[in-house]
């Protein structure tokens, strides 16, 4: 009798780690990795999209010319919309490719697309002019210095995610699928 007790099917046996056993790592790193890689290359795009704006030195002090306050918007909006395009096409494809494991997926999406956001807006000013408040200390009144590349505000660094959770709830959503991961209807009351 109790040899029948131990052989219960193994999908009703509690397991700490199966979700990790199951070509999980593999799958996270390779979403990790490419979020990573994708934010390097919208941080490039979004430099070489992005044209810096005039600004006139004065008193030690960069002072933007108008049309240097609607490239400060557009340095902005240009991040928004890169990053959100790049998050729903990762996403859709991530959604499709870890489908079997929902939750690995969307853990691991949300962790890759913050790391892409901040990697894209960090190549993006690395590659971008300096602050030009810097270097107007040192220069003389009259001359102009190009205005730097940034991203205006807290709520735009989190299009890439936004972007990337939208892409997973549509495609979760509209294609709903067998999942091997236990639901909270199949867990065990006690």
């Not at 056993?21 to 799958?27: A, R």
């Not at 790193?29 to 290359?41: D, E, M, N, P, S």
């Not at 989190?158 to 867990?187: C, H, I, K, M, Y």
Request: one cysteine or more.
């Amino acid at each position: 009798m109790s040899e029948r007790v131990s052989e219960a099917p193994l999908e009703h046996q509690p397991t700490a780690g199966r979700a990790w056993t199951d070509g999980s790592v593999p799958f996270v790193a390779a979403v990790l990795a490419t979020y990573a890689l994708v934010g390097l290359c919208a941080g490039w795009v979004w430099h070489e999209l992005w044209q810096p704006a005039e600004g006139v030195v004065v008193q030690h002090e960069w002072y933007a010319t108008g049309a240097g306050l609607r490239e400060d918007f557009s340095g902005t909006g240009l991040y928004v919309l890169i990053a959100t395009g790049a998050g729903l096409a990762l996403g859709v494809l991530f959604a499709i490719l870890g489908g079997v494991r929902p939750v690995v997926t969307l853990v691991a999406c949300i962790i890759g697309s913050a790391l892409a956001g901040w990697l894209m807006l960090t190549m993006g000013q690395w590659l971008g002019p300096a602050d030009p408040q810097g270097a107007a200390k040192s220069l003389d009144d009259g001359a102009t210095l190009p205005s730097a590349l940034r991203v205006s505000g807290l709520s735009p660094l989190f299009a890439f995610t936004l972007g990337t959770l939208g892409a997973l709830a549509l495609v979760f959503t509209v294609f709903q699928g067998n999942s091997p991961e236990r639901r909270f209807d199949e867990e065990p009351r006690g």
